[in-house]
């Protein structure tokens, strides 16, 4: 069985700090620094940190100047031919990873729904609780991103895009940056904040 390491580009940025923290103190080569530092993370060697990094940037990219779309699982499933066929979105099992983060924030903001008061999970819920809860709904969508060779330069002609592939709206849409929630559907969409 193959393992594939994956590590985000932040993880990339603090490893080369690290290597230039190591070339100072050990007055080694910057070539020296990046291996060590790569091996003392568990790599074998710089080059496969690096290796880690690309596997993830695509996913990364489209969450910061692409678009990301989340579906509830049975629509994705239901519709995932006719969303991923023409090659326009692509089904991408690394998304949950990159937009977790903001995910996260969105839900600590809004109201939690099981709560007739309509307070913040922070309010109602433990830590453990808010997490499991948390993970659940990540992992409860089906995540696609906008193909690369696709040129959007709004929401709506993404909306427009989806709308011509899917049935089922998305509740959640990544568009360059910028976090949109959707209640029932693309009218009024509720931008969230930057990721």
């Known amino acids: 069985m193959s393992v594939t390491t994956v590590v985000s580009s932040k993880t990339v940025q603090k490893l080369k700090q690290i290597a230039k923290q190591y070339k100072r103190s050990l007055s080694i080569t910057h070539t020296e620094a990046l291996e060590l530092a790569a091996k003392k993370a568990g790599f074998a060697n710089w080059h496969q940190a690096t290796q880690a990094k690309a596997v993830l940037l695509p996913a990364e990219t489209a969450l910061e100047t692409g678009t990301i779309i989340g579906m509830d699982m049975k629509d994705g499933m239901d519709y995932f031919d006719s969303v991923t066929e023409d ?52 992992h409860d969508n089906m995540y696609f991103r906008l193909s690369e060779k696709v040129s959007v330069e709004s929401l709506d002609q993404v909306l427009k895009l989806l709308d011509e592939r899917s049935f089922w709206p998305a509740f959640y849409v990544w568009f360059q940056g910028k976090l949109y929630e959707f209640e029932k559907s693309y009218e009024d969409p509720i931008p969230v904040f930057g990721s």
């Open 87 to 138: 090659g326009t979105f692509i089904y991408d099992e690394l998304i949950p990873m990159v937009c977790a983060e903001s995910f996260r924030k969105m839900m600590r903001s809004g109201p939690d729904p099981d709560d007739e008061l309509g307070r913040l999970p922070s309010e109602t819920m433990t830590e453990d609780e808010f997490e499991e809860w948390f993970h659940t709904n990540l």
